[in-house]
């Protein structure tokens, strides 16, 4: 695929078509209004983070599959490292940096104890 790079709402509504995942549904199951669905779907509002994993896990529940199909989309292909972090607000960001401080201080202990061993 190397026309346009789509955005996360891009992927996620070609993959709620493809899985057959109605915007009803997916509110039903996710306690959410279908227009809130609806505006995720067409990138009108973003949620956070912790919700959009929360709505893929939903998918996945809903239709098995869904999850590892949506996130394996997510090549760099599919879209650049700076649409992401130019979605994310400040407290996102910042918990983006953590998760990655905490990620490169595991792998330094991980690298540490495979030395060792």
Not at 33 to 46: D, K, L, M, W
Not at 75 to 104: C, K, N, Y
Request: charged share 20%.
């Amino acid at each position: 695929m190397l026309g346009k790079k789509m955005d996360f709402s891009e992927i996620f509504n070609q993959k709620l078509k493809h899985w057959r995942i109605s915007g009803r549904a997916l509110a039903v199951a996710s306690g959410r209004s279908e227009t809130n669905i609806s505006q995720i779907r067409n990138g009108v509002v973003s949620p956070s983070i912790s919700d959009f994993q929360e709505l893929i896990r939903i998918c996945d529940d809903l239709k098995p599959g869904f999850a590892s199909d949506y996130y394996s989309s997510l090549s760099p292909v599919a879209f650049s490292p700076e649409q992401f972090i130019t979605h994310l607000d400040s407290s996102q960001l910042a918990s983006l940096m953590s998760a990655i401080g905490q990620r490169i201080k595991d792998y330094g202990r991980d690298a540490q104890f495979l030395k060792a061993s």
